[in-house]
């Protein structure tokens, strides 16, 4: 019985190890073929100057109050 557990704890760790070496190699594959294409680079066209639209502020004279309202009461529920 104990080496029908050894052989099951060492294919767990077989298997263990070449899927994580498989995604590994994967991503370094992937990776490596993205750095290996350069980046393409079209000529753009020069974007023609715009003239600057003109800014308009509003502005209001602060009016100032003569007589102001009772304060409102807050009640909270119990």
Same mark, same amino acid.
């Given at each position: 019985?104990?080496?029908?557990?050894?052989?099951?704890?060492?294919?767990?760790?077989?298997?263990?190890?070449?899927?994580?070496?498989?995604?590994?190699?994967y991503?370094?594959? !992937?990776s490596?073929? +993205?750095?290996?294409?350069? &980046? =393409? @680079?079209?000529?753009?066209?020069?974007?023609k100057?715009?003239?600057?639209?003109?800014?308009?502020?509003?502005?209001?004279? !602060?009016?100032?109050? +003569?007589?102001?309202?009772? &304060? =409102? @009461?807050?009640?909270?529920?119990?």
């Amino acid at each position: 019985m104990a080496i029908g557990i050894l052989y099951l704890f060492l294919t767990f760790v077989i298997c263990f190890i070449l899927v994580h070496l498989v995604k590994l190699a994967y991503l370094g594959l !992937k990776s490596v073929r +993205k750095k290996s294409e350069p &980046p =393409k @680079e079209e000529p753009k066209p020069e974007p023609k100057p715009k003239k600057p639209e003109p800014v308009y502020y509003i502005v209001e004279k !602060k009016r100032a109050k +003569k007589s102001y309202s009772a &304060p =409102k @009461e807050i009640q909270f529920k119990d």
